[in-house]
């Protein structure tokens, strides 16, 4: 099948994941259990997300001179992605992330950015022809801010389609978002964006209309369990996710983002790719981890299957 390529711009971390029953009080110390390392960083996981689904997807990142960096690059291959714009830096460490996660499957996270703060925007023009081949730029905010707008404007120049997660939650200039086709936030990062608390669907619908004031022609919230608020050019309806059993959230917003743009440059419309990124999202969550509980295309096609249409 003939697919539009895909460009993601982003984060690569390390995730040391610690599960712990709840959250420590400052000054307190938990005891916690099945500690384990995973390779995550939103750009990543939305890599692979795109990567397993079926996208022909490049990937322009960095990671640090050491091992790990080494081993992440070696993963990143295996997951069908193009990582010849995923450079080594030497005496830099790999991004790493610190997560607790407790008995709900809730997380907390602390990141330091390491070999990400190099994707500068002279290293994106080192890889500027990628997104100039590209039919859509896929990008979060764990990389510089002045890379990820020096991106938007160099793929809507070129007439590729600018998707932006915005997260994790920050406030953007109007010139990034006048520039972004799709944007996908979760309730917060929508309020952020907005100023609008986003408690149900009618503040949803607000929140959508004045990102589509902003310029932007699709805005999909993000509602965790109960799936998104979908809004084309004013447009706004509930779109339901598929109930399962969560055991952790890590990645269900990245594998919902790559999985998304995957359908949509194959083609499918906007309905069918939401559902297609809600059947990945929801096989990610019943899995522990940030990559390893990304899945590959069959069992998303068959997860489908079995689905009531």
């Known amino acids: 099948m003939e697919t539009g390529k895909l460009v993601v711009l982003g984060s690569i971390n390390a995730d040391h994941i610690l599960n712990i029953k709840q ?4 000054g307190e110390t938990v005891i916690g259990n099945q500690y384990t390392v995973a390779f995550g960083g939103k750009g990543a996981n939305q890599a692979v997300a795109a990567g397993r689904a079926g996208a022909d997807i490049s990937f322009i990142a960095c990671v640090g001179g050491d091992d790990i960096g080494e081993r992440v690059r070696k993963q990143l291959a295996s997951d069908n992605i193009d990582t010849s714009p995923v450079e080594a830096i030497s005496d830099t460490t790999t991004g790493v992330a610190l997560i607790f996660v407790n008995a ?3 997380n907390v996270i602390g990141i330091d950015a390491g070999a990400n703060n190099a994707v500068t925007p002279a290293y994106l023009n080192r890889y500027q022809q990628n997104i100039i081949d590209a039919s859509a730029l896929l990008m979060q905010l764990e990389s510089p801010l002045d890379t990820v707008l020096a991106a938007a404007k160099l793929a809507h120049q070129h007439q590729t389609q600018v998707i932006l997660n915005p997260a994790p939650a920050c406030d953007l200039p109007d010139e990034l978002l006048s520039l972004v086709d799709i944007i996908t936030p979760n309730e917060t990062e929508a309020e952020r964006l907005t100023g609008i608390a986003v408690n149900n669907n009618e503040d949803a619908a607000l929140a959508a209309c004045a990102l589509h004031n902003k310029g932007i022609d699709t805005v999909i919230i993000t509602l965790g369990s109960k799936g998104v608020w979908l809004s ?9 996710g598929f109930r399962v059993k969560a055991v952790d959230t890590i990645a269900a917003g990245d594998t919902f983002n790559g999985a998304l743009v995957t359908a949509l440059l194959e083609g499918k419309p906007m309905d069918s790719a939401v559902r297609f990124a809600h ?8 899995r522990p981890g940030a990559q390893p509980s990304v899945p590959w295309r069959k069992e998303i096609d068959d997860f489908l299957a079995h689905q009531e249409s």
């Open 23 to 26: 959250f420590p009080q400052p």
């Open 104 to 106: 709900e499957g809730e």
């Open 232 to 240: 084309q050019k004013g447009e706004g309806k509930q779109v339901v």
């Open 279 to 286: 059947a990945a999202a929801a096989i990610a969550v019943t």
